[in-house]
């Protein structure tokens, strides 16, 4: 069982180092980011709009809980019901991403007050998205919020997820009880919202945040990924296929068996004639962009840059 776990931790380990590898996310060192929250008065700010956010993610997630237990025919249980909440605030896990889709926004018409609202895409996590995982927190532990897990076990007694938020945060001192921000302390944190630019993130550096959270929160393993030069050795190590210098990066390589190691191989190998693929296109795309502006060009001088073109398909070839 021990040396099952072992390989399964050394394949995700694997997995992260050729993902970062082959692609654009890596620099220098991959750690999970973090980053400060804005001030609590900016949490207890968004408490309301994030509340709505939060309650209709859980809706959802519970509902599809719900659909499988009929084609199953089991009956949900409120333990169902706290897994789908566990992570629901955690940007890092699957059911936490929405998080990376929340801007806090500031405008005229609804100063003092700050809001919140949706992005077409996930973003890296940065002082926003920990402010809105405080003020998820912060959702879930009210006590208003008592009643969210018995209620979703009766899920279908409302219309939708709209009808389901209203229930429960329309009616909550989260929302009713909101107080406006001063106009000098408004301006303080809209400029730090602003200063706190939204930046898309790439899937592939997104999954690897995933991987990294799951294998710290779920396997009890700190992990701050290699530098590059080790993920390069690495990955040329396990290609020719020497166990013990990738041993030197990754000590947990010596407890794989020669099939284990060679199952690995052969996905790095895998990933790397992907990139060679990818590679051979480009420059065959490249070639053909090239000779189509030669082919108009002689037709453009009438075939006055005859020899010329000849030459420069000469030192091409």
């Given at each position: 069982?021990?040396?099952?776990?072992?390989?399964?931790?050394?394949?995700?380990?694997?997995?992260?180092?050729?993902?970062?590898?082959?692609?654009?996310?890596?620099?220098?060192?991959?750690?999970?980011?973090?980053?400060?929250?804005?001030?609590?008065?900016?949490?207890?700010?968004?408490?309301?709009?994030?509340?709505?956010?939060?309650?209709?993610?859980?809706?959802?997630?519970?509902?599809?809980?719900?659909?499988?237990?009929?084609?199953?025919?089991?009956?949900?249980?409120?333990?169902?019901?706290?897994?789908?909440?566990?992570?629901?605030?955690?940007?890092?896990?699957?059911?936490?991403?929405?998080?990376?889709?929340?801007?806090?926004?500031?405008?005229?018409?609804?100063a003092p007050f700050l809001g919140v609202e949706e992005l077409q895409v996930y973003t890296k996590c940065k002082r926003t998205c920990?402010?809105?995982?405080?003020?998820?927190?912060?959702?879930?532990?009210?006590?208003?919020?008592?009643?969210?897990?018995?209620?979703?076990?009766?899920?279908?007694?409302?219309?939708?997820?709209?009808?389901?938020?209203?229930?429960?945060?329309?009616?909550?001192?989260?929302?009713?009880?909101?107080?406006?921000?001063?106009?000098?302390?408004?301006?303080?944190?809209?400029?730090?919202?602003?200063?706190d630019t939204m930046e898309e993130i790439d899937p592939k550096e997104m999954e690897v945040e995933r991987m990294m959270d799951h294998?710290?929160?779920?396997?009890?393993?700190?992990?701050?990924?290699?530098?590059?030069?080790?993920?390069?050795?690495?990955?040329?190590?396990?290609?020719?296929?020497?166990?013990?210098?990738?041993?030197?990066?990754?000590?947990?390589?010596?407890?794989?068996?020669?099939?284990?190691?060679?199952?690995?191989?052969?996905?790095?190998?895998?990933?790397?004639?992907?990139?060679?693929?990818?590679?051979?296109?480009?420059?065959?795309?490249?070639?053909?962009?090239?000779?189509?502006?030669?082919?108009?060009?002689?037709?453009?001088?009438?075939?006055?840059?005859?020899?010329?073109?000849?030459?420069?398909?000469?030192?091409?070839?």
């Open positions: 069982m021990r040396k099952d776990h072992q390989m399964r931790t050394f394949i995700i380990t694997v997995c992260i180092l050729v993902v970062l590898l082959f692609s654009s996310a890596v620099a220098a060192k991959k750690e999970k980011p973090l980053h400060i929250p804005f001030p609590k008065d900016a949490v207890d700010g968004i408490s309301c709009g994030v509340c709505t956010f939060v309650v209709k993610q859980v809706y959802r997630d519970v509902l599809v809980l719900f659909n499988a237990s009929i084609r199953r025919r089991v009956r949900m249980s409120e333990d169902d019901v706290l897994t789908a909440l566990e992570d629901v605030c955690n940007p890092f896990a699957e059911t936490g991403q929405w998080i990376r889709r929340i801007t806090i926004t500031h405008k005229r018409e609804t920990s402010t809105v995982v405080e003020a998820c927190e912060g959702v879930l532990d009210h006590e208003s919020m008592d009643m969210l897990s018995p209620r979703l076990l009766h899920l279908t007694e409302y219309a939708d997820a709209d009808k389901f938020a209203e229930a429960l945060c329309d009616r909550s001192p989260i929302c009713t009880k909101r107080w406006g921000l001063t106009a000098s302390r408004y301006d303080e944190l809209t400029t730090m919202i602003d200063e294998m710290e929160r779920k396997e009890n393993r700190r992990h701050s990924i290699f530098y590059r030069d080790e993920i390069v050795k690495m990955q040329e190590a396990i290609l020719r296929g020497d166990k013990e210098a990738v041993a030197k990066v990754d000590p947990s390589i010596a407890d794989l068996s020669e099939e284990e190691f060679a199952a690995v191989q052969a996905m790095v190998r895998g990933k790397n004639n992907e990139k060679l693929r990818s590679g051979t296109h480009r420059a065959d795309d490249e070639g053909k962009a090239r000779d189509t502006q030669r082919r108009k060009h002689r037709e453009s001088d009438g075939g006055e840059g005859d020899l010329e073109n000849f030459e420069l398909e000469q030192e091409d070839l």
